[in-house]
């Protein structure tokens, strides 16, 4: 007696410490990384090429991963092996488990579904199978311990077929084995049965078995707050059709535009209803056999019933009064009511009053008529009012001597798969946010409008509309906000339309409307399109409600009509931007129509661009120096200046393929031609004196700047020539300070190091803010000819230029006024402080020979 009170002491603190180290097991557990079994099984799950999970399940675990903070350890494994060691703890987390009742007493599963499948058979083109009962003495090929292998044999059981088995590692070696003719038929879930059988020009079967539902498990017990997780995010996640699980089953899945039911289904369906018609046939002939008959009769209906309730299938019978006279277990399921409470019930008992007529519409076509019906419904139970959408096929039972006594039907519920082809369709063809039709989609609707527009004789036009500093809305206000407004600018499109318009989002701030049934007059039509554009014009630049305040952002309009191409949707849609293009350059708030004038100048630009490209290619371009002077008209640099002399196009002016080349790639290859010229004639000027004390200054395009290899280039274009960089000047623009100012002044520093200069050119005319001119490494301003032209009449001018000098001066900066014509201009500057000079009056730009030969024969002084 007096041990007991200790016993129990010693039991309580045993507890207590077994508890304390339990509890700090699971705390060190919960920081490891989570290990996750892989198997290759796409597209539901793969490992990538660094081994991690991929495919359906592995893009949604590795979003959850990343939202969650988890560690993933990927655990690459057989399927029969993957599930031993879930069960022993060896890894946490298994993707694409289907449940069952026997797995859940060995794993923990969460709550709702990851994904929905369904199982098929596969077989040889020359060894096809029709019904489930053409198994019997065949050999059959299924991924071991996989939950079809268990379904299929209880369902071969019940009817009493001889199937050999052929369990594999893998669903590609169940596959393989049909090819090398191992095995007759494989089993596989569809996901992976279609991409396998095309792959290996096998066929699908019309036996369709064992819809599942498929989840993420743990092994039992374990990770309760990971299933958690998992929950929340797909409950999130399928309650939002424009959330990233649509979006990964977009990428995984087939996009097709109008589903219609699957061939193989409806032979399933035939040949399900052919099996249970010969088995209720049979059951009706047993019941007329003798008394000795009745316990082999009372078995076969048991096995029937097995069968029937194992289908995942709504199967019932109805007499010719339209009462149940059977219900399966899944019927049973939908009615929430036992076998014996639905005989003798109608549909009135169960379904809404539109529901029971339909149903009646077509149950009399088969009791009547003796029609077989098959068709897709959808129908609403009268207590919760849910739609859902069934695949039915109904057919008469038949008495021996032909009468019709009652109907069978089979329904398969598809709500789920009809619902993923729907989300799937608004993924393919309508913009996520605005829900206006996507480019795919306008170019489908182009066509047809094209097409009846030369049918019918009624004209039409493309309406491209663009917002208007759209842009800085957008940076200004952030992202949500510029959502807002492309939100509210697609309701006023969509508030503008006629019957027959489509409107749509090209992406970004860029909207499309296609306008049909237009006059066909094409002058009539004209102004119909006008004045559409016009009204939109108005809508578009009303006030914007934006994060509580208004906001005015106008647009700008390109119109082609039908008739200004010839039936080609890209033409139509180039003449359209086009049209946008000029509207734009008008103004904001303009819309302009396209004409034959837009099409040859880009006709023009195209030939242009055609022989720039050649010229860089084949050293046709030519490199012209100005010099620069100090105050003593002393020549102290030059500034390398680029000439064209086309044999057909004759010279081109720098203003005409300069803009060109910066609206292409061309701009990066032209960049590179003209600093690898500038390099060579550095260092061809070290070895004469005239010329060895000379900078030369290049112009830098901004997007040749911000061009990733421009540092690496220009330090290979000095190391080849051996040209001395610290006489090379780089001249950039104000442009160039507008976006990531700090990556320009790390590349600024780079270049710096190399011992290049800087110059700020056209100073006075862009966006510089005086703070970044701090910050700059620059070396030089250069005053923009424009205020050095009007420096003798303008006062405002005078002021600016002056403005310039003196902020240069107190930079520490040289200044440099460029563009000086005349003597009385280049004293007025002289006057005002300026140092450094460059324009005609100093001389024009010339060869690099010809400066050379006068220098040598100068004393390096220019006229002025």
Known sequence: MSTQPNGRVAWWRGSWWAAWLLACWVGQADAQPLRVGVYHNPPKILADDQGRPGGIFGELLAEIAREEGWQLEPVQCQWSQCLDWLASGRIDLMPDVAFSEERAARFAFHRTPALRSWSQIYTAPDRQL?????????????????????????????????????????????????????????????????????????????????????????PLGRHPAVLAAIDRHLDAWQADEGSRYFGILARWSARQTDWQPPPVLWWGLAALVSALLLALGFNLLLRRRVAEKTLGLQASEARLNTILDSVEA??????????????????????????AQIIGQRDTRFFDADTCARLRQNDLRVLQQGERVAHEEVNYLSDNGEPR????????????????????????????????????????????????????????????????????????????????????????????????????????LRQSLASTD??????????????????????????????????????????????????????????????????????????ADLAMFAAKADGRNTLHFFNKAMQNEVNQRSRV???????????????????LVDSQACVTGMEALLRWQHPELGRLSPADFIPLAESSDLIVLLGDWVLRQACRLLADWAGDPAMARLSLAVN??????????????????????????????????????IDDIEQTIARMAQLQQLGLRFSLDDFGTGYASLGYLKRLPLNQLKIDQSFVQDLLTDPNDEAIVGAIIALGRSLDLRVIAEGVETAEQAERLRQLGCTAFQGYWFGKPASADHWRQWLAQSDGVARG
């Open 389 to 492: 959408t069934y695949l039915t096929v109904k057919l008469p039972l038949r008495h021996p001597d032909g009468r019709i006594y009652a109907l069978c039907g089979i329904s398969t519920d598809i709500t789920a798969y009809r619902q993923l082809q729907d989300d799937l369709h608004h993924l393919a063809f309508y913009d996520p946010l605005t829900r206006l039709a996507n480019r795919r989609l306008l170019l489908d609707h182009l066509h047809h409008a094209l097409a009846s527009s030369h049918n019918t004789g009624y004209q039409g036009a493309l309406v491209l509309v663009d917002l208007d500093n759209f842009k800085n809305i957008n940076d200004t206000l952030g992202h949500d906000q510029g959502d807002q407004l492309l939100l509210q600018t697609a309701e006023r």
């Open 502 to 575: 489509t409107a749509g989002r090209l992406g970004s701030d860029e909207f499309v409307l296609i306008l049909e049934d237009l006059n066909p007059h094409a002058t009539e039509a004209v102004m119909q399109a006008r004045d559409r554009a016009g009204h939109l014009l108005e809508q578009l630049a009303r006030p914007y409600e934006l994060g509580g305040r208004h906001y005015t952002c106008s647009a700008s309009i390109g119109i082609a009509m039908f008739s200004d191409v010839q039936g080609h949707v890209e033409e139509l849609l180039k003449a």
């Open 609 to 627: 661009e055609a022989a720039l490209r050649q010229a860089i290619d084949h050293d046709q371009l030519e490199l012209h120096v100005q010099p």
């Open 314 to 339: 709504y199967i019932y019978i109805k007499d010719e009064e339209l009462r149940y006279q059977y219900a399966n277990r899944k019927v049973c399921e939908l009615f929430g009511l036992s076998q």
């Open 130 to 218: 029709t019904s489930l009962l053409e198994l019997d003495g065949k050999r059959l090929a299924v991924l071991d311990g996989s939950i079809q292998q268990q379904f299929l044999a209880q369902l071969v059981d019940n009817f009493g077929l001889v199937v050999t088995w052929l369990p594999v590692g893998s669903l590609e070696d169940a596959f393989d084995a049909v090819i090398r003719q191992r095995a007759d038929a494989v089993a596989a879930n569809h996901f992976i049965g279609n991409q396998q059988a095309l792959s290996r020009e096998l066929v699908a079967s019309p036996i369709l078995f064992q819809p599942s539902k498929l989840y993420f498990a743990t």
């Open 700 to 737: 830098i395009s901004p997007r040749q700047f911000r061009h990733p290899d421009f540092v690496g280039r220009l330090r290979q274009s000095l190391q080849h020539s051996g040209a001395d960089p610290t006489r090379l000047e780089l001249e950039i623009t104000e442009s160039l300070l």
